[in-house]
Structure formats: structure tokens, C-alpha cells
């Protein structure tokens, strides 16, 4: 028994040492981050710390800040020495993180403004649609009345032209706004709003970093308007108009 005894005793000595050994091994790089241990060999804390950079919550850093970030992890992966190394991938984490701030603030107004669309969105059909009746009662009325005044003529059907494509264009956005549910929208987007995200992430970081937060969401709803506005030009038939809400002329 005692012998089994000091063997078991020589075994997990052996191991608390092995282990000891691994932990002061010069190839093995340690150190702490935001409650998150970085262990192991530089290559293995590397493939970490590069998985993080690409995680899709980082996704939205505005391009010119992701350069920042690309130089800053390119000389922490380059360090040879623990020590250095620890300190350029702490430097790397900081301004990783920094950002973290800034996503939740883009996030949450870009919500408020689809939210606030969503809400308007029955508001502003309604009116443009009664934008296009009048304008057409208006060519109309010209055409009987006034026929050979062609200045007027003109002027008449390009603001008959216009509400109609405002009118149109505005309900292909709508059916687009309308399929977006909850906060997914933002954090999953699709192409639109994707694309869009990655157009304004600059102009807001400016934003948050000159402390003009409050202006946030009215900045956003004013540009994702245009931006559905130009995105839906090449999509309408300018032709394929159906009123909802005024009777037919």
C-alpha cells in the first residue's frame, strides 16, 4: 500500500511539474484581458486574437478605423519576445474595444429610425398619393382650360412626373422597412441595411467622437431615406401605379 501510495504521490508530482514546466515554457505567451485568459504558444494567442478582429460584431468598425486596427495587430503578431508581445496585443485589445461603444450607439439609433419609419410610413403614403391626385387633377384641368399654354403644361407634368416617382419609390421602400422586425434587423442585416451600416460608420463615429450624439438618429433617417430613394429608382415601373387611398381618376 505504501508503495502504490508513493506512487500515485511521484505520478501527480510529475505532472504538477510537467505543468509548471509548460507554464514557464519561453514559447508559451500569458496574460490576462477583460476577465479573458491569452495562453499558449504566439501562433495560438495570434489565430485568437485575429478571430476576435473578424468576429461579425466588429463587422460594422468604420474602414479607415479597421486599418488602425490591422496595423496595431500586425506588430503584435510580429513580436517575438512574451513581454513585447503582451504589450502590442494589449494595445491591439484597447482599440479593439474602444469600439464597442460606438457599435452600441450606431446600433440602437439605427433601430430607433426604422422604428420611427415603420411608424410613419402609412403618414407619408397617404400624402404623397395626394400629391400625385392633385397634380394630375391639376395637368388635367390645364389640358381643358389652358391648352395652349405649354409653359404651364410642362411644368404641371414634371410635378406630376416627380409625385409620381416619389410616390412609388416611397412604397417600395415601405414594403422594405416593413419586413424589418425587431433590434435582428440591425444586428443581422440584410444587403440594404448592410450596405448601408458600412456607408455611414465613419460619419457616425465622427459624430459620437465630436459629442454629437443627440444628432444621431435624425442624421440617419434623413440619409437611409435617400439611400432607399436611389436604391428603388432602378427597381420601379414608373407605369405600375395603383391608388389606395383616393378614388381612381
Known amino acids: 500500500m505504501k508503495l502504490l501510495a508513493l506512487g500515485i504521490i511521484f505520478l501527480i508530482l510529475c505532472k504538477g511539474n510537467a505543468q509548471q514546466q509548460k507554464d514557464f515554457n519561453p514559447n508559451t505567451y500569458r496574460f490576462s484581458y477583460k476577465s479573458e485568459l491569452y495562453k499558449g504558444t504566439r501562433v495560438e494567442i495570434t489565430s485568437k486574437l485575429k478571430a476576435l478582429k473578424n468576429n461579425s460584431w466588429f463587422v460594422n468598425i468604420p474602414e479607415e478605423k479597421k486599418t488602425v486596427l490591422n496595423?496595431?495587430?500586425?506588430?503584435?503578431k510580429e513580436q517575438p519576445i512574451p513581454k513585447l508581445?503582451?504589450?502590442h496585443a494589449i494595445a491591439f485589445l484597447?482599440?479593439?474595444?474602444?469600439?464597442?461603444?460606438?457599435?452600441?450607439?450606431?446600433d440602437n439609433a439605427l433601430y430607433e429610425v426604422i422604428l420611427n419609419l415603420k411608424q410613419d410610413m402609412r403618414r407619408l403614403d397617404f400624402k404623397f398619393e395626394r400629391q400625385f391626385t392633385k397634380a394630375k387633377i391639376a395637368l388635367e384641368r390645364a389640358n381643358k382650360e389652358d391648352k395652349n399654354n405649354t409653359q404651364k403644361i410642362d411644368l404641371i407634368s414634371k410635378e406630376l412626373l416627380d409625385s409620381?416617382?416619389?410616390?412609388?419609390?416611397?412604397?417600395?421602400m415601405k414594403k422594405k422597412i416593413e419586413k424589418y422586425k425587431g433590434m435582428d434587423a440591425i444586428k443581422n442585416p440584410d444587403e440594404l441595411i448592410a450596405e448601408f451600416k458600412k456607408e455611414e460608420a465613419m460619419n457616425v463615429f465622427t459624430m459620437i467622437e465630436k459629442k454629437r450624439t443627440e444628432q444621431i438618429s435624425a442624421y440617419l433617417e434623413n440619409q437611409i431615406i435617400d439611400f432607399f430613394y436611389n436604391k428603388s429608382l432602378p427597381e420601379i415601373d414608373v407605369e405600375d401605379l395603383q391608388l389606395d387611398y383616393i378614388d381612381k381618376l
Do not use: G, P, V
Open 71 to 76: 496595423i496595431l495587430f500586425k506588430k503584435a
Open 94 to 106: 484597447d482599440a479593439l474595444y474602444a469600439y464597442e461603444e460606438f457599435l452600441k450607439i450606431y
Open 85 to 87: 508581445y503582451k504589450k
Open 164 to 172: 409620381q416617382i416619389k410616390l412609388i419609390c416611397h412604397r417600395w
